[in-house]
């Protein structure tokens, strides 16, 4: 998923935000891991006859666990945002996986199911994304900004054969693999 801003902004201001949205997103992962509240609210979303207010609950407190453990490593400002985006994602299957530079800000997220693809093209589709970086991004350069948020179709097939997905996937983890080795 590419985010673009008008005005540009410099490259260090884009690696900051980057590096913030990926801190945020590292703490949310193990936080799913380690932290048996959180860990129990996901079992809960595994419920087949979940509705979605029950969803939203869920959600709600989700953001909350997110938000206190993002308070410690996270400027103030951003907290409620990057939670309430990384609680949405949860709920719906997504997982964070990196936010990296490219000619934009680019942010890779791996989908589930294919209704989790669905899902991340309805976030993005009702502006909550748009919203969401915003914030984020208006929080380091204090101005009003208009963001973009967009994935190409050669990233993202949601109706895709199971062999355009494997390629993407494929795509994703060597993007990764060298992001790590340049670590």
Excluded at 52 to 64: F, G, N, P
Aim: proline share 3%; glycine share 4%; charged share 20%.
């Amino acid at each position: 998923m590419h985010v673009d801003v008008d005005p540009e902004l410099n490259e260090d201001m884009e690696q900051t935000i980057a590096t913030v949205i990926t801190t945020a997103g590292d703490i949310v992962n193990e936080l799913k891991k380690t932290s048996s509240d959180v860990v129990a609210l996901m079992r809960r979303l595994k419920a087949s006859d979940l509705s979605d207010y029950k969803k939203s609950v869920i959600e709600s407190q989700l953001r909350h666990e997110f938000e206190a453990a993002l308070k410690q490593n996270v400027p103030e400002g951003l907290v409620t945002p990057l939670a309430s985006l990384l609680a949405r994602s949860t709920v719906s299957d997504i997982l964070f996986l990196v936010a990296v530079l490219g000619d934009s800000i680019v942010i890779y997220w791996l989908c589930g199911t294919v209704e989790a693809s669905h899902e991340l093209e309805q976030m993005i589709k009702s502006v909550f994304m748009q919203a969401v970086f915003a914030q984020i991004i208006e929080f380091h350069v204090e101005t009003p900004v208009t963001v973009h948020v967009y994935i190409t179709t050669d990233q993202f097939d949601p109706r895709g054969t199971d062999s355009q997905m494997f390629r993407t996937v494929s795509g994703l983890l060597k993007v990764i693999g060298t992001w790590l080795v340049s670590l």
